[in-house]
Structures are given as structure tokens and as C-alpha cells.
T-cell receptor
Framework: SQQGEEDPQALSIQEGENATMNCSYK?????LQWYRQNSGRGLVHLILIRSNEREKHSGRLRVTLDTSKKSSSLLITASRAADTASYFC????????????FGQGTELSVKP | EAQVTQNPRYLITVTGKKLTVTCSQN?????MSWYRQDPGLGLRQIYYSMNVEVTDKGDVPEGYKVSRKEKRNFPLILESPSPNQTSLYFCASNGGAADTQYFGPGTRLTVL
């Protein structure tokens, strides 16, 4: 079953703007990860945030995690046309055999 | 170069003709997984493996088989493919439970 619910399903912005994507989940987690997928290609890991962390940065990416609300957000600042892709959150729980459960993704389009 | 490879990348077959999609990783990872990706349904896990000879069902295991006889290989077997197994398939590996996953390039399967 899909644990992650992502919002919005699709997002269209202009180059230079910020893009925010949200992810909600249902059960307890040990970490939450964000992945990026260019059309039809394999997913690429972007960032991992552990359940005891609240915020993490990597370049133009900022991830927040609120375990009390069971939600996370991914912010991409100063977006570029090359950021156009689908973005997925995935939750990890050591008690579930180490498997990750992926959300359905947000399709981001950045117009030049 | 650390990578996950899948073969074939594209496959068109007919109903009932057994096929195998191979997956191999060179990172000495313990964990390996198979996913299918369908429009509107996101990424769904088919099977995963926590080590050699240790496998478990994911969310959509019906119609698929796997084996893990060697640490680096995790083939996906469709004994009698049906049209509803037409999909984009991804293999992934990770070094630890709920750790970052590394994805293969995908196999696009069409069952006529």
C-alpha cells in the first residue's frame, strides 16, 4: 500500500521561482527520503532526513519534517528549467524489513 | 562506477511466454527491490530481498517470482506474463535497512 501522499500532483512555475512539494504519511518512520525522476528514467536520490531531524539543506534543496503531523516538504529555491521532473517522497522503517514506501509523486514543470 | 544494471531495457512479448529481467549491482548491497511504475499509481514494490536467499513480498507480488542466489543479482521472473503486467520496471539496491536506494535505468515491458 502507498503510504506517502504527495501534494500537489502537478506544479507549474516560472524559472527563478521557488517550488514547494508536500508529502504526508500514515505510520511511524525512521527516515524520509526525496527522489527525483526524469521522464521514464530511474529515480535519483536527493536527500534523506531522519525522524529526529526537523530540517535539512542540500544546495538549493530544503527539506522539513514534522513527525507530529506526519508530513514533510521539499523546497527547491531559484528553480531552473533543468529541475523539471517528477519528485517522490519515500518513507523508511527499519521494522518493515528496510523497505521504502513511495508516494505517487509531484510532477514539476519549470518554464524558462 | 557504482551502478545498478537491468536487462533488457525494452521488451515486447506475448501473453504466456515466460521471461526474466535481470538486475545486478556492484555496490555489495544487502538489500535489493523490484518496483513497477504505472501512470497514476506511482511506484509499487513487487518483491524485495534483505540478503542472499532471503526474499519477501512487496505490495503487488502476484504474477511475479524472484530469486537471490548471489548477493549482486536479483532477477525478476514472469512465468506467464499477462497484458496487465505491461509496465515500467525498476530494480533498486540499498546498503542498509531503509537506506538510500540506487535505481537501475528501468525496463519497459509490453505484453501483447
Amino acid at each position: 500500500s502507498q503510504q506517502g501522499e504527495e501534494d500537489p500532483q502537478a506544479l507549474s512555475i516560472q524559472e527563478g521561482e521557488n517550488a514547494t512539494m508536500n508529502c504526508s504519511y500514515k505510520t511511524s518512520i525512521n527516515n524520509l527520503q526525496w527522489y527525483r525522476q526524469n521522464s521514464g528514467r530511474g529515480l535519483v536520490h536527493l536527500i534523506l532526513i531522519r525522524s529526529n531531524e526537523r530540517e535539512k539543506h542540500s544546495g538549493r534543496l530544503r527539506v522539513t519534517l514534522d513527525t507530529s503531523k506526519k508530513s514533510s516538504s521539499l523546497l527547491i529555491t531559484a528553480s531552473r528549467a533543468a529541475d523539471t521532473a517528477s519528485y517522490f517522497c519515500a518513507t523508511g522503517n527499519y521494522n518493515q524489513g528496510g523497505k521504502l514506501i513511495f508516494g505517487q509523486g509531484t510532477e514539476l514543470s519549470v518554464k524558462p | 562506477e557504482a551502478q545498478v544494471t537491468q536487462n533488457p531495457r525494452y521488451l515486447i512479448t506475448v501473453t504466456g511466454k515466460k521471461l526474466t529481467v535481470t538486475c545486478s549491482q556492484n555496490m555489495n548491497h544487502e538489500y535489493m527491490s523490484w518496483y513497477r511504475q504505472d501512470p497514476g499509481l506511482g511506484l509499487r514494490q513487487i518483491y524485495y530481498s534483505m540478503n542472499v536467499e532471503v526474499t519477501d513480498k512487496g505490495d503487488v507480488p502476484e504474477g511475479y517470482k524472484v530469486s537471490r542466489k548471489e548477493k549482486r543479482n536479483f532477477p525478476l521472473i514472469l512465468e506467464s506474463p499477462s497484458p496487465n503486467q505491461t509496465s515500467l520496471y525498476f530494480c533498486a539496491s540499498n546498503g542498509g535497512a531503509a537506506d538510500t536506494q540506487y535505481f537501475g535505468p528501468g525496463t519497459r515491458l509490453t505484453v501483447l
